[in-house]
Nanobody
Framework: QVQLVESGGGLVQSGGSLRLSCAASGFTLDYYAVCWFRQAPGKEREGVACRSSSGGDTYYADSVKGRFTISRDNAKNTVSLQMNGLKPEDTAVYYC??????????????????WGQGTQVTVSS
Protein backbone atom coordinates (compact mmCIF):
# COMPACT_ATOMS: atom_id res chain seq x y z
CA GLN A 1 0.00 0.00 0.00
CA VAL A 2 1.43 3.36 -1.06
CA GLN A 3 1.50 5.91 1.73
CA LEU A 4 3.03 9.25 2.64
CA VAL A 5 2.79 10.05 6.33
CA GLU A 6 3.66 13.50 7.67
CA SER A 7 4.70 14.33 11.22
CA GLY A 8 6.18 17.20 13.18
CA GLY A 9 3.40 19.76 13.02
CA GLY A 10 2.27 21.71 16.05
CA LEU A 11 1.89 25.09 17.68
CA VAL A 12 4.80 27.50 17.69
CA GLN A 13 5.26 31.18 18.42
CA SER A 14 6.06 33.68 15.71
CA GLY A 15 9.78 33.57 14.92
CA GLY A 16 10.08 29.96 15.99
CA SER A 17 11.03 26.84 14.05
CA LEU A 18 9.51 23.49 13.19
CA ARG A 19 10.75 20.53 11.22
CA LEU A 20 8.22 18.47 9.30
CA SER A 21 8.97 14.94 8.16
CA CYS A 22 7.30 12.75 5.59
CA ALA A 23 7.86 9.00 5.49
CA ALA A 24 7.06 7.04 2.36
CA SER A 25 6.00 3.40 2.37
CA GLY A 26 4.95 1.02 -0.36
CA PHE A 27 7.29 2.64 -2.86
CA THR A 28 10.78 4.10 -3.01
CA LEU A 29 11.24 7.85 -3.27
CA ASP A 30 14.50 7.55 -5.22
CA TYR A 31 12.84 8.20 -8.57
CA TYR A 32 10.23 10.66 -7.39
CA ALA A 33 10.27 14.42 -7.17
CA VAL A 34 8.88 15.58 -3.83
CA CYS A 35 7.10 18.71 -2.75
CA TRP A 36 5.50 20.24 0.30
CA PHE A 37 2.17 22.00 -0.13
CA ARG A 38 0.09 23.91 2.36
CA GLN A 39 -3.52 24.97 2.64
CA ALA A 40 -4.69 27.71 4.96
CA PRO A 41 -8.37 28.11 5.92
CA GLY A 42 -10.33 29.62 3.04
CA LYS A 43 -7.38 29.49 0.66
CA GLU A 44 -6.30 27.22 -2.15
CA ARG A 45 -3.59 24.65 -1.64
CA GLU A 46 -0.20 25.99 -2.73
CA GLY A 47 3.17 24.43 -3.37
CA VAL A 48 5.83 25.85 -1.05
CA ALA A 49 8.96 23.77 -1.64
CA CYS A 50 10.13 21.02 -3.97
CA ARG A 51 13.20 18.94 -4.62
CA SER A 52 13.93 16.87 -7.69
CA SER A 53 14.57 13.13 -7.62
CA SER A 54 18.30 13.76 -8.04
CA GLY A 55 18.19 16.42 -5.34
CA GLY A 56 19.87 18.96 -7.56
CA ASP A 57 16.88 21.14 -8.43
CA THR A 58 14.71 22.97 -5.95
CA TYR A 59 11.72 25.27 -5.91
CA TYR A 60 10.57 27.62 -3.16
CA ALA A 61 7.56 29.87 -3.14
CA ASP A 62 8.50 33.52 -2.75
CA SER A 63 6.72 33.64 0.59
CA VAL A 64 9.08 31.07 2.15
CA LYS A 65 12.40 31.70 0.38
CA GLY A 66 15.25 32.07 2.84
CA ARG A 67 13.19 30.60 5.68
CA PHE A 68 12.23 27.07 4.59
CA THR A 69 14.52 24.27 3.42
CA ILE A 70 13.41 21.01 1.83
CA SER A 71 15.66 17.99 2.07
CA ARG A 72 15.42 14.33 1.26
CA ASP A 73 17.05 11.18 2.57
CA ASN A 74 16.56 8.46 -0.01
CA ALA A 75 18.22 5.89 2.23
CA LYS A 76 15.53 6.48 4.84
CA ASN A 77 12.79 7.08 2.24
CA THR A 78 11.92 10.39 3.87
CA VAL A 79 11.48 14.05 3.02
CA SER A 80 11.80 16.92 5.48
CA LEU A 81 10.86 20.57 5.60
CA GLN A 82 12.83 22.78 7.99
CA MET A 83 10.84 25.92 8.72
CA ASN A 84 12.57 28.83 10.43
CA GLY A 85 11.39 32.34 11.16
CA LEU A 86 7.78 31.21 11.18
CA LYS A 87 5.06 33.81 10.79
CA PRO A 88 1.34 33.67 11.60
CA GLU A 89 0.63 33.60 7.85
CA ASP A 90 2.45 30.26 7.68
CA THR A 91 -0.42 28.71 9.62
CA ALA A 92 -1.86 25.93 7.47
CA VAL A 93 -2.17 22.21 6.99
CA TYR A 94 1.04 21.01 5.36
CA TYR A 95 1.06 18.10 2.94
CA CYS A 96 3.90 16.22 1.33
CA UNK A 97 3.53 14.95 -2.20
CA UNK A 98 5.46 12.79 -4.63
CA UNK A 99 5.37 12.19 -8.36
CA UNK A 100 7.77 10.55 -10.84
CA UNK A 101 7.48 13.54 -13.21
CA UNK A 102 9.60 16.68 -12.98
CA UNK A 103 8.08 18.74 -10.18
CA UNK A 104 7.79 21.83 -12.38
CA UNK A 105 5.10 19.96 -14.32
CA UNK A 106 2.81 19.61 -11.32
CA UNK A 107 3.73 21.89 -8.42
CA UNK A 108 1.73 24.88 -9.69
CA UNK A 109 -1.35 22.85 -10.56
CA UNK A 110 -1.20 20.63 -7.48
CA UNK A 111 -1.54 17.30 -9.27
CA UNK A 112 1.00 14.84 -7.84
CA UNK A 113 0.59 11.11 -7.97
CA UNK A 114 0.62 10.73 -4.19
CA TRP A 115 -0.47 12.91 -1.28
CA GLY A 116 0.06 12.60 2.43
CA GLN A 117 -2.79 13.15 4.88
CA GLY A 118 -1.45 16.47 6.16
CA THR A 119 -0.15 17.88 9.43
CA GLN A 120 -1.33 21.09 11.10
CA VAL A 121 1.10 23.95 11.69
CA THR A 122 -0.15 26.86 13.79
CA VAL A 123 1.95 29.95 14.37
CA SER A 124 0.79 32.29 17.10
CA SER A 125 1.56 36.00 17.08
Amino acid sequence: QVQLVESGGGLVQSGGSLRLSCAASGFTLDYYAVCWFRQAPGKEREGVACRSSSGGDTYYADSVKGRFTISRDNAKNTVSLQMNGLKPEDTAVYYCAADPRLFRRWVLVGSPAYWGQGTQVTVSS
